[in-house]
């Protein structure tokens, strides 16, 4: 690995490292007409609703941002798994 990508890793906590790479797993680059013909003929979500939509209410996503109520990246309501009984 180059010394500067080893310096990038470095700076962020392994916790963010992983939502980092759950973030990355979803990337993708789509033109306005692809994903209108997606939307129409795909069951699955857009990538980035995969990503943040999941990520976003998880705790421990918000932990490892530190994450405060006013932020974009905070949920409108926090999950547990107890919610989901």
Known sequence: MPQGSQRR??????EQRL?????QIWCQNETDQMARLLALNNEHSPGKYRANGVVQNMPEFQKAWDAKLDSRWFGQMP???GDLR
């Open 9 to 14: 890793l470095t700076a962020f906590t392994p």
């Open 19 to 23: 939502f980092i790479g759950w973030g």
């Open 79 to 81: 999950a547990t798994y």
